[in-house]
């Protein structure tokens, strides 16, 4: 009886253990990213419906900025991080409720796949959408499990994975896929409330992402490649990158060699053997990982946390395959060897996360905050690179020509280098004495004559990120 009560709870045990440890990470040593403060202005300063116009400079759906949304009404400026926090991960909580609670899967590999790289910290500590696709089709599968599921519900499910990223919408196909397999197609099986739900989902993704008018894959891109190249990286980076993280150098900064490539067959090789005997799921997992490949070939060729979109759907594929660690000992070899590599680089990544900051932009907003009195604007030189700064300083900053206050940036704005004569005059029109300068680097003293030097913030830091503030005054 005793047993049987311990088995009960351990998975709610194991559940908020992994969100409390999660969220101590996120809490205690976790700086947010560029991208990270970029949808919370988004959804902070944006209406509903200039939100959504938006959505073609993001590249991204709705549903993370949306659900963002909800958070700002508590906005004061000065807890962001916190409501930012809070609010991925309430989601983080969700899907790990799923993969703890609510799968029949392994405790051990529970444990695991909690443990690894993608769940862990890219998706976990890391504040991004990604783990509203975690939760949706971790989600989904929990219903497709169960024999006489709400239709109704499914159909909702797959219009909400849909909005969350393209990912989601490729794992959508494939999962209908899964459906559509499992019994003999007639036409009259996409008329079903599940697949309306699918339809409309795509319909809503493509009317509010495309076409896209965002240059942000040709500003993150880290080189133009051969079309061999873009096919070999993309290979690489969708299955060694992914399921042996760490064991070749990041795909995406050095490119393909024979050894990640090799690697990469032999991950192949290893899906289909977990596979083999699941024609249903070794064709929704072959649809994922095919249409994973054409859209890292032909559109974007993608990073580490767009690759690992693979490995949250093998999580999914195994729910619904069932698996015993101790009569299938080659799958659970392969799954552990998977397990092994993810959970190594997890703790490299938190490691270093603990270790060094990963830009100064902290260390810069929290010393304007404190520093800089409210009536004093603070001029950005470089927009792109000062939004994580105001996030810390929990104040806009200006920018010239226009002399208006920014939180967020359109990745397609081309950057404005003032003169002097300009920032003085933006002084004068702002009635105060001298204004602050936030510059990336240093600035020219050339350009730049009257500018001092007040403060630098160029320490040791993980993306070589510093900032640099100057006083300027209006005389």
């Given at each position: 009886?005793k ?12 559940w ?21 403060w ?8 944006l209406?509903?419906?200039e ?13 993370w ?5 909800i958070?700002?009404?508590?906005s ?8 930012i ?7 983080v909580?969700g899907?790990l409720?799923?993969?703890f ?11 695991l796949?909690?443990l ?5 910290f890219?998706?976990g ?9 975690i ?16 239709k109704?519900q499914f ?17 959508a ?5 899964f459906?559509?397999?499992k ?17 409309l989902?795509?319909?809503i ?8 008018t ?11 490649l051969?079309?061999?190249d873009?096919?070999?990286?993309a ?15 990041d795909?995406?900064t050095y490119g393909?060699t024979a050894?990640?490539?090799?690697l990469s ?21 072959g ?20 690759w690992?979109?693979?490995f ?5 594929l195994?729910?619904?395959?069932g ?12 799954l552990?060897v ?13 490691l270093?996360e ?7 932009a902290?260390?810069?907003g ?5 520093k800089?009195?409210?009536k ?9 690179e ?7 300083a ?13 939180s967020?940036?359109?990745w ?18 702002k009635?105060v ?5 936030l510059?990336?680097?240093p ?23 510093n ?9």
């Amino acid at each position: 009886m005793k047993k049987d009560r311990f088995n009960h709870i351990l998975p709610y045990i194991l559940w908020l253990l992994f969100v409390c440890i999660i969220g101590y990470f996120k809490i205690a040593h976790h700086e947010l990213w560029k991208d990270e403060w970029q949808a919370w202005f988004v959804a902070k300063d944006l209406g509903i419906k200039e939100l959504l116009s938006f959505l073609y400079y993001e590249g991204h759906p709705s549903l993370w900025y949306l659900y963002l949304k909800i958070f700002t009404i508590f906005s004061t400026s000065t807890n962001d991080v916190a409501l930012i926090t809070a609010a991925h991960l309430l989601t983080v909580a969700g899907g790990l409720y799923f993969l703890f609670v609510r799968f029949r899967l392994p405790i051990l590999l529970k444990i695991l796949f909690a443990l690894s790289y993608f769940v862990f910290f890219e998706y976990g500590i890391v504040n991004r959408g990604y783990f509203l696709v975690i939760l949706m089709v971790f989600w989904i599968v929990n219903l497709l499990k169960t024999e006489n599921y709400s239709k109704s519900q499914f159909g909702l499910l797959m219009f909400l994975l849909c909005q969350t990223e393209v990912y989601g919408v490729l794992m959508a196909i494939s999962l209908g896929l899964f459906l559509i397999s499992k019994e003999k197609f007639e036409i009259n099986t996409l008329k079903t409330r599940e697949f309306l739900g699918f339809f409309l989902g795509v319909l809503i993704f493509v009317i509010s992402v495309f076409p896209r008018t965002s240059g942000h894959v040709a500003r993150t891109s880290n080189k133009a490649l051969t079309f061999t190249d873009q096919v070999l990286s993309a290979v690489q980076g969708n299955l060694s990158n992914t399921y042996l993280i760490g064991s070749t150098n990041d795909t995406f900064t050095y490119g393909w060699t024979a050894l990640g490539l090799i690697l990469s067959f032999i991950c192949l090789g290893g899906l289909w053997f977990l596979f083999r005997n699941f024609k249903t799921l070794l064709l929704s997992g072959g649809m994922f990982l095919v249409s994973m490949l054409a859209f890292s070939i032909v559109l974007y060729l993608g990073g580490i946390r767009q690759w690992g979109m693979g490995f949250v759907f093998l999580i999914a594929l195994l729910e619904l395959r069932g698996i015993d660690l101790i009569k299938e000992k080659v799958e659970t070899v392969i799954l552990l060897v998977f397990c092994l590599f993810n959970i190594v680089h997890c703790s490299k990544a938190v490691l270093e996360e603990i270790k060094i900051p990963f830009t100064n932009a902290e260390k810069a907003g929290l010393f304007i905050r404190d520093k800089v009195p409210v009536k004093v604007p603070v001029v950005a030189l470089n927009k792109f690179e000062a939004t994580p700064v105001s996030g810390y300083a929990g104040r806009k900053f200006f920018e010239l020509p226009d002399g208006t206050e920014f939180s967020y940036f359109k990745w397609v704005d081309k950057i404005y280098l003032p003169t002097e004569g300009e920032l003085k005059l933006f002084a004068k029109f702002k009635q105060v004495g001298g204004i602050i300068l936030l510059s990336p680097k240093p600035i020219d003293t050339l350009r730049f004559p009257s500018a001092q030097l007040w403060q630098t913030f160029d320490e040791t830091n993980y993306k070589k990120e510093n900032y640099y503030l100057y006083t300027l005054a209006a005389k």
